[in-house]
């Protein structure tokens, strides 16, 4: 993969896994080569300490990109439902850092660190006292009642989605890839 | 006239208010009266804003026997009542005086009335709903503005021109467009006064009444474009004329929103230095708006616009400048002025209605312009609708669409426009105002009436409110980073990018330099959430404490009851617990009677509900300072109280205890054991939010309490290093014990060891008085009798082996042997926290955050203030290690005792 997507056998199954249009494929893809600089993958330069991927290629760069697309609403509940879980999930990954599908508290915290650290004047005690006043209450969202010994490690997937209940993110996970003309070429 | 309509509402109010003055009048010079007057009447001199006084009155007067009746109010919105009302009082003026006396005129409509609810609006716009629609609320405001002004217009005129508009009404062309212009701008007083309680989901609200604050610029220019041609007359009307109307659109609202950020700038910026003038800082909001508005009226730009703006964009900068007091005055002025001001306006509105010398009826006038607003309105929406689902990504259904046309509400902008036109230039002017009349009255009752029931009935969907979690927020923030980053992957610089530009372009500059520095160093939105839900906790747990105490009709005991009650349980200790297996805390805290846990709950209650005794009081008297009281003072313990809460219920969490429902209720393990003994009453509460309603939850409490008081100790403790604490510890007790006898709250906290035991922690005051055996620590175990000894290492073994929170251990194990502790807990990453402490592990970043906290709200001067309160209590904190300290005041309980 990588090479120039002309073949459009192979545009047609990008098409069909990632539901874009030929276009917006297209337009990608360009977009694509500009970042890696003409090579078939895009390169991982910061070295980051696990599991992170080496270097992506097009099509996984399509297939980020189309958690990203708008949910057409017309395709019935079930699928909205549906891809509504699959964008979760998403971001799900995104905190949960070394994917054993919790997001324990030390993770949650480096992402509330992460989102203060442009704040200089928030000390890292008062982002950690943030995401553990937030892991406490995820903890009384998700689990109403605990056993004794029970211990409530981290944020399941299934938690996750009770805790985005409300939010409507198939109305805002979405990154406008019509009218992708306006591209910005300077870098 | 006025002298004729008053005696009917003025005079009993008026003699009332004479009656006083006398006293004052002989001072008063004048031309000496024949005799001295006891009485004089001077109605004149304060007629003016007598009557202003007396309408306001009414209209609040109405408004509070409006809503005497529930089920009214939800079935017709206010903004009915109040012009039915207005009719009503118009009518009866109209019959006394035989002339309509008052009405609404449009000089102080625009100048008095508008503003404060345009300024609310603004002010207290969502403003990330407003900018994440700008778009749609664009379109609408713009498009659908002059679709509906040159259809209805051109519309009307195709009426007259065929024949159904009754000759006499004398109208060109541009006399209708003029009409159009006035009569199609959807009206924000109205459509706020009903889409308020008809609560659509936020996108629809936002989109109509973003609209309607919108398209002001639009009216304002239409309304004054063609006011300018009617005048010069239609002949003389050229073709620069018609490029200057359409410039003059862009000059009227982006100058318009201009002035309103400018003054938004200087009002954030001054509101930088108030620090010691924080008095005015409420004064200054309204004064510098308002100048905003006359600033743009005087220019002839579009004030609404302007208004608007300087709130939407000072709200953040002011927010966090002004103190918190100033806040709330702020918020409720504000409301005040705008429902007063909104309140009068439809009350006039009614009134205006009844002077038939106004107006001239044609019914095909009215009925054709009833019917084109209403059809181009639906028209218009549908068609931009349809192009801007286009483009949106989230479509707006057909459904929101009915909404929106339904919810073009006329009001009073259009009435005081056309009372505005010169009846020498507009010869029709008469039938124009008829037929506002009519489309004001009709959308606002009928459509109003219905807007309700319709709502339901389509079942649209409603806005959900529900509580602002931090989770959501967290997630929101991350999520909208992420956004940005994918559209600065894909290249394309859409909405997030540029939102995530200005966002940091205004932590970089422009909260820098709007931004009192105090304010800016905290500033963050999430920590905003966090400390929100922490007040909110707060306070809820207050309301609760004051619920539980009112309902479970506790008495309060009397100080030797007591003390006997006290001494009965270690009586009861002493012989009941010879059996010495189930010797542990539990036990002995269950084995009292219900009178004696009572008390218990009682004194909990109190320490949790009241605060500490202040014993230095400022009277200061100043009318230009308010000192901070002891209420603010009191939320803030509340709110250090309750953080603490919440972290130590979190931290049990890690700690290996069950979470029930409710946040603060994490010590169920304890419990269990407790009620496995205690008898059957003692459940566990029924589940309540943040309720205490039984003992344990209790416990909770206090505990933290006592915690936060060796955080606030480490805090505190860089101040004032100096006091020795044994003295002080000593006389705070001593003093405590003869001052407040009866209910002193809290002592023990002062003297009792980091991690208190459970049965301290439900009656503090054994430990202060007279039973140290309750009290288990290894010194203690040193004074309970020998017999039981076995007792208390086996209780204490077992508590050691189970996985239990620090409360229900030993203090000595917390204590000497923190690392234990953290090996107990094998769930616990190890390298959560680098310090050796990490078992009990929250006080440094509680200290900290409690800390910055009080750095955001507090001033310097009352946290001196504060500072000997709070650290008095806490010298025993102040060093976990030092064992001598713990003794020192072992021994002076001793002495004491």
Not at chain 1, 40 to 63: M, S, V, Y
Not at chain 2, 15 to 23: D, H, Y
């Amino acid at each position: 993969m990588g090479a120039a997507p002309s073949a459009s056998a192979e545009v047609r199954e990008l098409e069909g896994k990632t539901g874009f249009s030929s276009e917006q494929i297209e337009q990608l893809h360009r977009r694509f080569k500009q970042l890696s600089g003409d090579q078939p993958t895009i390169r991982n330069l910061r070295k980051g300490p696990r599991g992170l991927a080496e270097e992506i290629n097009f099509e996984d760069f399509l297939t980020i990109m189309s958690y990203f697309r708008p949910i057409d609403v017309t395709m019935g509940e079930e699928h909205v439902t549906q891809s509504r879980k699959e964008k979760l999930r998403f971001l799900f990954h995104m905190y949960d850092s070394d994917s054993d599908g919790r997001i324990t508290l030390e993770e949650y915290r480096n992402v509330v660190e992460e989102l203060l650290s442009g704040n200089p004047h928030i000390e890292k005690e008062s982002a950690r006292s943030i995401a553990d006043g937030a892991m406490m209450e995820a903890a009384s969202v998700c689990v109403g009642q605990m056993e004794p010994d029970q211990v409530y490690d981290g944020i399941t997937f299934e938690d996750f989605l009770k805790i985005w209940q409300g939010i409507d993110i198939e109305t805002k996970m979405h990154v406008r890839f019509l009218n992708m003309e306006t591209i910005a070429l300077c870098h | 006239m006025l002298r004729a309509a008053l005696p009917l509402l003025g005079l009993p109010l008026a003699g009332a208010g004479a009656a006083e003055e006398p006293s004052q009048e002989p001072g008063s010079p004048g031309e000496p009266p024949p005799g001295l007057a006891l009485f004089r009447w001077q109605w004149h001199e304060v007629e003016a804003p007598y009557l202003v006084a007396l309408w306001i009155l009414v209209a609040s007067l109405a408004k509070i026997v409006f809503h005497l009746s529930r089920k009214v109010t939800s079935v017709v919105p206010e903004s009915c009542l109040l012009i039915l009302l207005g009719l009503v009082l118009g009518g009866i003026v109209l019959a006394v005086a035989k002339k309509a006396e008052y009405q609404l005129e449009p000089g102080t409509f625009f100048l008095f009335l508008l503003p404060p609810i345009v300024l609310d609006s603004g002010y207290f716009m969502p403003s990330r709903l407003f900018f994440d629609n700008l778009g749609a609320i664009l379109t609408y405001a713009v498009v659908g503005t002059l679709w509906n002004a040159f259809t209805t217009g051109a519309a009307l005129w195709g009426l007259q021109q065929a024949g159904l508009v009754a000759p006499r009404v004398q109208a060109g062309l541009l006399d209708f467009l003029l009409f159009g212009s006035l009569i199609s701008a959807v009206d924000p007083v109205a459509v706020l006064a009903v889409f308020e309680e008809v609560h659509v989901n936020e996108t629809l609200f936002i989109i109509v009444f973003g609209e309607s604050l919108l398209n002001d610029a639009v009216t304002v220019v239409l309304y004054k474009v063609c006011n300018s041609f009617v005048e010069m007359g239609p002949a003389n009307v050229q073709a620069t004329d018609y490029l200057k109307g359409v410039a003059s659109l862009f000059v009227v609202s982006l100058g318009g929103a201009a002035v309103g950020l400018v003054f938004a700038f200087l009002l954030a910026l001054t509101t930088r230095f108030t620090k010691r003038v924080r008095i005015i800082e409420p004064l200054l909001v309204f004064l510098l708006a308002y100048a905003a508005y006359l600033t743009a009226e005087m220019a002839s730009l579009s004030a609404i616009l302007a208004v608007t703006m300087c709130g939407l964009g000072c709200k953040k900068y002011v927010e966090a400048n002004i103190s918190h007091k100033s806040r709330t005055a702020v918020k409720y002025t504000m409301k005040t002025l705008a429902s007063c001001a909104e309140t009068v306006i439809f009350m006039l509105l009614g009134i205006s209605a009844v002077d038939s010398s106004k107006w001239a009826w044609d019914s095909g006038l009215v009925l054709g312009t009833l019917f084109f607003i209403l059809f181009f309105r639906a028209l218009g929406v549908v068609l931009q609708t349809w192009m801007l689902n286009q483009f949106r990504l989230v479509p707006l259904d057909k459904i929101d669409q009915v909404v929106m046309s339904y919810g073009g509400l006329r009001g009073a902008v259009a009435f005081a426009l056309v009372i505005l036109l010169d009846r020498t230039k507009v010869p029709a002017k008469d039938y124009f105002v008829a037929t506002t009349i009519v489309v004001v009255f009709f959308t606002v009752i009928v459509q109003g009436l219905t807007i309700k029931p319709l709502v339901k009935w389509l079942k649209v969907k409603r806005s959900e409110h529900h509580k602002p979690t931090l989770n959501q927020e967290l997630h929101e923030h991350t999520f909208d980073h992420i956004l940005a980053a994918v559209e600065d992957v894909v290249g394309h610089h859409g909405y997030h990018y540029w939102r995530d530009r200005w966002e940091q372009f205004d932590k970089k500059y422009l909260s820098q330099l709007l931004m009192r520095r105090s304010a800016y160093r905290i500033r963050d939105q999430i920590w905003d959430v966090y400390y929100r839900l922490n007040i909110r906790d707060a306070i809820s747990f207050v309301d609760q404490g004051g619920h539980v105490l009112s309902s479970a009709g506790l008495t309060l005991p009397s100080m030797p009851s007591r003390n006997s009650m006290a001494e009965t349980s270690v009586t009861n200790l002493l012989r009941e617990s010879g059996s010495g297996a189930c010797l542990d805390l539990q036990v002995i805290d269950t084995v009292r009677s219900g009178r004696d846990r009572e008390d218990a709950v009682m004194h909990h209650l109190l320490c949790g509900g009241l605060y500490k005794p202040r014993r230095r009081y400022k009277a200061s008297c100043s009318r230009h300072f308010i000192s901070e009281d002891a209420q603010e003072r009191q939320d803030k313990e509340i709110f250090q109280q309750n953080m603490k809460r919440r972290l130590e219920s979190f931290k049990s969490t890690k700690h290996n205890i069950c979470l029930t429902k409710s946040k603060p209720r994490p010590r169920k393990a304890g419990r269990k054991k407790k009620d496995g003994v205690a008898n059957a009453e003692f459940t566990n509460g029924k589940p309540r939010d943040l309720g205490f309603p039984d003992t344990a939850a209790v416990i909770l409490t206090v505990e933290s309490e006592d915690e936060e008081e060796s955080d606030s100790s480490e805090t505190e403790k860089e101040d004032d290093e100096g006091i020795i604490f044994v003295a002080r510890a000593t006389s705070e007790v001593l003093q405590e014990g003869k001052v407040s006898g009866s209910l002193e709250v809290c002592p023990s906290p002062r003297i009792i060891p980091p991690s208190p035991t459970c049965a301290e922690k439900e009656l503090p005051w054994k430990s202060g008085q007279a039973d140290l055996a309750v009290y288990v620590s290894s010194e203690t175990t040193k004074i309970v009798p020998v017999d039981m000894q076995t007792g208390w290492n086996q209780s204490i073994s077992s508590l050691e082996s189970l996985a239990s929170p620090p409360c229900t251990q030993p203090p000595t194990l917390t204590r000497l042997l923190p690392h234990p502790l953290g090996a107990e807990e094998p769930q616990a990453p190890p390298d959560l926290s680098p310090d050796p402490r990490t078992s009990f592990a929250f006080p440094p970043s509680l200290a900290k955050a409690g800390r910055s906290r009080s750095e955001s709200s507090a001033d310097i001067s009352q946290r001196q203030e504060l500072q000997p309160l709070m650290g008095h209590k806490d010298h025993t904190h102040l060093s976990p290690g030092t064992a001598n300290s713990h003794w020192c005041i072992q021994f002076n309980r001793g002495g004491r005792l």
